[in-house]
């Protein structure tokens, strides 16, 4: 994924949003959503912002200056928090040995 088009259509794919169901919930229109995702046109800065809490992304994600994605678990307890930790460690040094 390239450009912030790409990254709004994976997105919303994702989530499982139609482009009027993303329109409704920023308060725009359907072709608004659809311009941006044909690199017709760009989302406004708070559109931007809407879209990283809407997705849970942040915004250097969504303008394609960073693949780093983020998972909030603020809302998990300490153990829980661990054992997320642990299984991401483990994925890395599991893609680490297959390079």
Same mark, same amino acid.
């Given at each position: 994924?390239? #450009?912030? *088009?790409?990254?709004?259509?994976?997105?919303?794919? !994702?989530?499982?949003?139609?482009?009027?169901? +993303?329109? !409704?919930?920023?308060?725009? *229109?359907?072709?608004?959503?659809?311009?941006?995702?044909?690199?017709?046109?760009?989302?406004? =800065?708070?559109?931007?912002?809407?879209?990283?809490?809407?997705?849970? =992304?942040?915004?250097?994600?969504?303008? #394609?200056? #960073?693949d780093r994605l983020t998972?909030?678990?603020?809302?998990?307890?300490?153990?829980?928090?661990? =054992?997320?930790?642990?299984?991401?460690?483990? +994925? !890395?040094?599991?893609?680490?040995e297959k390079r």
């Amino acid at each position: 994924m390239d #450009s912030i *088009s790409d990254r709004i259509r994976y997105l919303r794919d !994702k989530a499982g949003y139609t482009q009027t169901y +993303l329109a !409704k919930r920023l308060g725009i *229109s359907r072709s608004a959503v659809n311009s941006w995702e044909m690199s017709l046109s760009s989302p406004s =800065v708070s559109n931007i912002i809407e879209m990283t809490s809407l997705f849970n =992304v942040s915004a250097d994600y969504l303008l #394609s200056t #960073s693949d780093r994605l983020t998972v909030d678990i603020t809302e998990l307890d300490s153990e829980e928090r661990e =054992v997320v930790i642990r299984l991401v460690n483990c +994925l !890395k040094a599991n893609h680490a040995e297959k390079r």
